[in-house]
């Protein structure tokens, strides 16, 4: 296994979504021993703190299509220059969220250093809704769509560009619930989409080589990771704030991330959505760090 140089950054936003408590994930996972566990295995780590989010602002928008607009269009500005940053250093960025908003950030940051960037979206929901077609106006629940292009200007065009990934580069695994508008988004750009019932189907094994044989398909020089708490069963990850039965296993998990490992493909991770108020006992932090384990190369031999 080669020894990666690691930079871990928080991003303590709560702004993309209502429920309180999502902006104290990145302490969770630390707490959890995230850094420990990747030194361990033998990587190099630098954690580089958190992003100041202001949270004076976060009943400052007056676009009640997009809750909190500017605060999350400032916040994700800050995040994508930090990730350019360690990505022009050679480093590979690990992102702690967070609600799912922060995609937004991380994407824009990374994706200027390919020509080709994958995205492997593991994850509940589809997070492809825009202002027209959200039910709630949450941010968390449009980042995919922005970073396609799709959605407010101010969102798109962070850091000066879109958009941040192709259509035909995006894998989406775990999901279960998606609104109306963003089926016919999927159907409309061609994603591909593992949903439950592929997974039931066909089992997690054939899945994620499946979606690696796609990735390397579409000639991706880079992935990136987007992995939501909530794509795994709620039984595993209570304190997410939007959790939906029936998901990936705990197992499962360790498995894709495992495979992902093996395959090479992975050049960028962030873990969002870990909600320590709704939590029992740092459950779901503890999971998300043993998941970074299999990703970044664990074995129990």
Do not use: C
Request: aromatic content about 4%; proline content about 4%.
């Amino acid at each position: 296994m080669e020894s990666l140089k690691i930079s871990m950054i928080g991003v303590p936003m709560d702004m993309g979504q209502l429920r309180r408590g999502v902006d104290m994930g990145p302490s969770a996972i630390r707490y959890a021993g995230a850094v420990e566990r990747l030194i361990n295995i033998g990587h190099t780590v630098i954690d580089d703190g958190d992003i100041y989010i202001d949270h004076s602002k976060k009943e400052s928008s007056t676009n009640s299509a997009l809750r909190n607009l500017e605060a999350v269009i400032e916040a994700n500005t800050k995040l994508a220059q930090k990730v350019h940053e360690i990505v022009e250093k050679g480093r590979f960025p690990l992102v702690l969220g967070g609600d799912h908003s922060i995609a937004i950030g991380t994407l824009a940051g990374i994706s200027d250093h390919y020509e080709n960037l994958g995205v492997i979206w593991y994850d509940a929901h589809a997070d492809m809704n825009t202002s027209e077609t959200s039910p709630s106006g949450n941010i968390h629940g449009m980042p995919l769509a922005v970073s396609m292009g799709i959605g407010d200007e101010g969102l798109v065009n962070i850091k000066g560009y879109a958009p941040k990934v192709k259509p035909e580069n995006i894998v989406i695994i775990g999901a279960r619930s998606i609104d109306q508008g963003e089926k016919e988004l999927i159907r409309e750009k061609g994603i591909k989409v593992y949903s439950m019932h592929e997974i039931d189907r066909l089992g997690m094994t054939d899945v994620i080589q499946d979606a690696i044989i796609y990735l390397k398909g579409q000639n991706v020089d880079g992935v990136h990771l987007s992995l939501d708490l909530d794509g795994i069963d709620p039984i595993y990850t209570p304190g997410v704030g939007t959790p939906v039965p029936g998901g990936i296993t705990y197992r499962e998990s360790h498995l894709a991330m495992e495979m992902l490992q093996e395959s090479g493909l992975v050049t960028s991770a962030e873990f969002v959505e870990v909600n320590p108020i709704l939590d029992e006992r740092n459950k779901t932090a503890d999971v998300a760090v043993a998941l970074m384990g299999s990703l970044f190369g664990e074995t129990l031999v």
